[in-house]
Every structure is written in structure tokens, then in C-alpha cells.
């Protein structure tokens, strides 16, 4: 009951925050990907955030769950072991109703842009299919493909490439503004 | 102090009978495990986190050495796997390492990796060890890579060397291995899914950032 207020609460902000959008595009685009405060201290201290992970936040997905699954060169097929880590997603989405999810797709460049762009797209919407099939609402979901821009790096080696045919599950409190 | 008190505490029991006694000894042989968990069709035992010291435990730390992102790398010195992430962070795992004469360093990559993987004692090992079988079929309470092994291999010839899970979770944090690199069976399944097949792996004495600490470490082990 109180998780459907919740949601219903972040909907009615998110509607709001819609409203606004319409004067001030740049805003919202910087809510989408804050940037990362600059980091200081030290290696092996607690990451910002990773003090303490309380059961249900964004900081426990990502130690417990996991954002990314991956894709072998031109395909868009889920393997075991994607299809595994978006078992766990699912649960984990299930358990935590609130959270909305972006699910973006990457692509290497084996191949034209608008291939890479066609085929990214197609990994985040086979990721949403499967999360739906296991039981996520679709209404807190959408996919989008980022086509070989944003790699993790630009790369030749294959050690690198892979780490570009990817989707991340990015939790969001509120959609993205069209 | 405390094992002091353990001891008294088991001799009490003894009065009590036998029985009581090889039922305490045995809980504090198993106390590293509690309660099982299936995966994959095979059930196996659950590592007891309450036991294990913090600093082993999967946790997301900074991390400013220059690897790049999705790179498997060991700090054999201090016992921990990062598996690097975007903005200066890594996942971090306490492992065990090799033994003194098994230590091993250099680059590979992850090109194949198994779930419940059989375990093939190598030549070598069995030498050493003549008790061991030949074979150990994936699943068996036996097999000691556990859930998962990770298999490392350079410029397609296979190192030998593995990250797998363990039998003992006592062993992580120690030199325990013959080269290998344990994980807890929780984070061997756990880093499992997040490499794919062509990770990166470097097993370093020590990460670059560490190297103070390395030193520190070395001149505090006693010369045995």
C-alpha cells in the first residue's frame, strides 16, 4: 500500500517536473546523467554512497544485483548468463516497486552507425522483454539505444570492445522527459 | 582469551558427555557455512557472513591505479579482486591467493568460464598430493572451484590459473593456493555474471596505489 503511494508520489513529481520542462530543456537533460562529483581520499575507502548499503537503494542493485548484462559481436540475443543477472534484476525490481528503469543499450563499431544504433536499441528492448516476461511492469520501463556513441572506451582490442555491447539497467526515481 | 574460554567451555561439556562434544566440535567446524542455497540444480552451502571479517566481504570502494574500466585485477599482496567500474570505483572482493612457490603475476584474459566446472587435479598437483583423484565431477561437495571457475587464458594458451570458488572460506584473505584465485562462492557466482567472455585480467603483486602499504606490510612479516 505504502509502495503504491510511493510510486504514485514520484509519478505526480515526475508530471510536475514534465511541466517545467517545457522552458528548460537543459535542466532536464543534465538530470539524466549527473556528472560525477570529482573524487578525493583514497583506493579502498567506501565509494560515495557504499557507507552503508540499505536493502531496496540504488547502491544496493549494484553490489548485490548488477546494472550490465553483455552481447557477443551483432547480436542482440540473451545469453544464460544475461538472461541470469536479469532474473536477478527482476526479483530485485519486484521486491522494490518504486524504482523506474532506463534500460540503455550500447553498441561497439563493427559495423555502419546506424547498424550499431539499430542493434543497441534492439538489446535494450530484448533486455525490457524479458524483464516484462518475468513480471516487471512495462509502465515503469523504457529502452534506448545509444548506438556506439558513449563507449566505455574507444577501442580496438577485444579485452575493451566487449565491454561495449552492453545494456545498463540505470534506476530512475522519475521518466525521462520526452 | 577467548579460546581460553572455548576451552574451558568444551571441557565442561565433556562432562556432559561425549556425544555433546562432537556435536559442539563439529558447529564450530562448520560455523564458516550456514544455511544452503540452489543453484543451477545444485545445492551447496552457504558461506556464514557473520563469521567472515569485513574487509573480505564484496563491498564497492575509489579506486585511483589506472586500469581501465571492466578490467579484472588482483592485489595478491592484500587479498583483494577489484573489478574496475566507471568514476573511480571497483567492486572489490577479498580472494585467496598462492602459497609461497605459487604465486603467480602477469596479464590474461577470461576466455571461457564454467558453471560447476569439473576439477581436473593437474599432474603436478597430484604428485604432491597423491591422495587426490584424477577427477572430481562439477557439483560434488568435493569439487573445490566450487560454483565457478573463470578460466585465465594468454593470447589463447591457458595459464592454468583460475578464479573459482572455494571449500573452505576460511582460506580467503591467506596465502592458500596452489596459484589459483578463491572467492567466496557467493562472489565467484557474482563476478561470474559480470565479466564477459575477453575480460582483461591482471594479477599484480600489488595495485599501484598500494604500494606504501606493500612495503609496510613486508617489513612487518617476520622472516620465517
Same mark, same amino acid.
Given at each position: 500500500?505504502?509502495?503504491?503511494?510511493?510510486? %504514485? *508520489?514520484?509519478?505526480?513529481?515526475? =508530471?510536475?517536473?514534465?511541466?517545467?520542462?517545457? !522552458?528548460?530543456?537543459?535542466?532536464?537533460?543534465?538530470?539524466?546523467?549527473?556528472?560525477?562529483?570529482?573524487?578525493?581520499?583514497?583506493?579502498?575507502?567506501?565509494?560515495?554512497?557504499?557507507?552503508?548499503?540499505?536493502?531496496?537503494?540504488?547502491?544496493? @542493485?549494484?553490489?548485490?544485483?548488477?546494472?550490465?548484462?553483455? @552481447?557477443?559481436?551483432?547480436?542482440?540475443?540473451?545469453?544464460?548468463?544475461?538472461? =541470469?543477472?536479469?532474473?536477478?534484476?527482476?526479483?530485485?525490481?519486484?521486491?522494490?516497486?518504486?524504482?523506474?528503469?532506463?534500460?540503455?543499450?550500447?553498441?561497439?563499431?563493427?559495423?555502419?552507425?546506424?547498424?550499431?544504433? %539499430?542493434?543497441?536499441?534492439?538489446?535494450?528492448?530484448?533486455?525490457?522483454?524479458?524483464?516484462?516476461?518475468?513480471?516487471?511492469?512495462?509502465?515503469?520501463?523504457?529502452?534506448?539505444?545509444?548506438?556506439?556513441?558513449?563507449?566505455?572506451?574507444?577501442?580496438?582490442?577485444?579485452?575493451?570492445?566487449?565491454?561495449?555491447?552492453?545494456?545498463?539497467?540505470?534506476? *530512475?526515481?522519475?521518466?525521462?522527459?520526452? | 582469551?577467548?579460546?581460553?574460554?572455548?576451552?574451558?567451555?568444551?571441557?565442561?561439556?565433556?562432562?556432559?558427555?561425549?556425544?555433546?562434544?562432537?556435536?559442539?566440535?563439529?558447529?564450530?567446524?562448520?560455523?564458516?557455512?550456514?544455511?544452503?542455497?540452489?543453484?543451477?540444480?545444485? %545445492?551447496?552451502?552457504?558461506?556464514? @557472513?557473520?563469521?567472515?571479517?569485513?574487509?573480505?566481504?564484496?563491498?564497492?570502494?575509489?579506486? @585511483?591505479?589506472?586500469?581501465?574500466?571492466?578490467?579484472?585485477?588482483?592485489? %595478491?599482496?592484500?587479498?583483494?579482486?577489484?573489478?574496475?567500474?566507471?568514476?573511480?570505483?571497483?567492486?572489490?572482493?577479498?580472494?585467496?591467493?598462492?602459497?609461497?612457490?605459487?604465486?603467480?603475476?602477469?596479464?590474461?584474459?577470461?576466455? #571461457?568460464k564454467t558453471l560447476w566446472p569439473q576439477w581436473t587435479p593437474p599432474p603436478e598437483?597430484?604428485? *604432491?598430493?597423491?591422495?587426490?583423484?584424477?577427477?572430481?565431477?562439477?557439483?560434488? /561437495?568435493?569439487?573445490?572451484?566450487?560454483?565457478?571457475?573463470?578460466?585465465?587464458?594468454?593470447?589463447?594458451?591457458?595459464?592454468?590459473?583460475?578464479?573459482?570458488?572455494?571449500?573452505?572460506?576460511?582460506?580467503?584473505?591467506?596465502?592458500?593456493?596452489?596459484? !589459483?584465485?578463491?572467492?567466496?562462492?557467493?562472489?565467484?557466482?557474482?563476478?561470474? #555474471?559480470? !565479466? /564477459?567472455?575477453?575480460?582483461?585480467?591482471?594479477?599484480?603483486?600489488?595495485?599501484?596505489?598500494?604500494?606504501?602499504?606493500?612495503?609496510?606490510?613486508s617489513q612487518a612479516t617476520p622472516v620465517q
Amino acid at each position: 500500500m505504502s509502495a503504491m503511494t510511493g510510486y %504514485t *508520489r514520484r509519478l505526480l513529481a515526475a =508530471a510536475m517536473l514534465l511541466a517545467l520542462a517545457a !522552458c528548460s530543456t537543459t535542466k532536464i537533460a543534465s538530470l539524466e546523467e549527473p556528472t560525477a562529483a570529482p573524487m578525493t581520499g583514497q583506493t579502498n575507502d567506501p565509494a560515495p554512497g557504499f557507507e552503508n548499503v540499505a536493502a531496496g537503494s540504488e547502491e544496493d @542493485f549494484i553490489l548485490n544485483v548488477g546494472r550490465r548484462i553483455y @552481447f557477443t559481436q551483432d547480436s542482440a540475443t540473451l545469453d544464460s548468463v544475461a538472461m =541470469a543477472t536479469l532474473d536477478n534484476q527482476a526479483i530485485w525490481l519486484n521486491k522494490n516497486p518504486t524504482w523506474l528503469l532506463k534500460l540503455q543499450g550500447f553498441a561497439d563499431d563493427s559495423g555502419s552507425a546506424s547498424k550499431m544504433q %539499430t542493434l543497441s536499441q534492439k538489446r535494450a528492448d530484448a533486455a525490457m522483454a524479458y524483464l516484462v516476461w518475468k513480471g516487471v511492469d512495462a509502465r515503469r520501463m523504457w529502452a534506448k539505444g545509444y548506438g556506439n556513441d558513449r563507449e566505455v572506451r574507444d577501442c580496438t582490442e577485444r579485452s575493451c570492445r566487449v565491454q561495449n555491447r552492453r545494456v545498463v539497467t540505470n534506476l *530512475r526515481a522519475q521518466p525521462d522527459a520526452a | 582469551m577467548v579460546g581460553t574460554r572455548r576451552e574451558i567451555l568444551l571441557g565442561g561439556l565433556a562432562l556432559l558427555g561425549a556425544g555433546a562434544v562432537h556435536d559442539s566440535a563439529l558447529a564450530v567446524a562448520s560455523s564458516y557455512f550456514a544455511g544452503t542455497a540452489i543453484d543451477n540444480g545444485v %545445492t551447496y552451502r552457504t558461506t556464514n @557472513f557473520a563469521k567472515i571479517d569485513k574487509r573480505w566481504r564484496r563491498q564497492v570502494v575509489k579506486y @585511483f591505479s589506472s586500469e581501465p574500466v571492466g578490467t579484472v585485477v588482483v592485489d %595478491t599482496r592484500h587479498h583483494f579482486l577489484y573489478l574496475i567500474m566507471e568514476n573511480k570505483t571497483a567492486i572489490r572482493y577479498g580472494v585467496g591467493v598462492g602459497k609461497d612457490g605459487f604465486k603467480w603475476f602477469g596479464r590474461a584474459t577470461i576466455d #571461457q568460464k564454467t558453471l560447476w566446472p569439473q576439477w581436473t587435479p593437474p599432474p603436478e598437483m597430484r604428485q *604432491r598430493h597423491p591422495d587426490l583423484p584424477e577427477f572430481v565431477a562439477g557439483g560434488s /561437495p568435493k569439487n573445490p572451484l566450487g560454483p565457478r571457475a573463470m578460466y585465465l587464458l594468454r593470447d589463447g594458451v591457458d595459464t592454468g590459473y583460475r578464479l573459482h570458488g572455494t571449500l573452505d572460506p576460511s582460506s580467503i584473505g591467506k596465502d592458500s593456493s596452489s596459484g !589459483c584465485i578463491r572467492m567466496f562462492n557467493e562472489d565467484a557466482i557474482d563476478l561470474y #555474471q559480470r !565479466c /564477459p567472455i575477453g575480460t582483461a585480467v591482471q594479477v599484480l603483486p600489488h595495485i599501484a596505489d598500494q604500494a606504501e602499504s606493500a612495503a609496510q606490510v613486508s617489513q612487518a612479516t617476520p622472516v620465517q
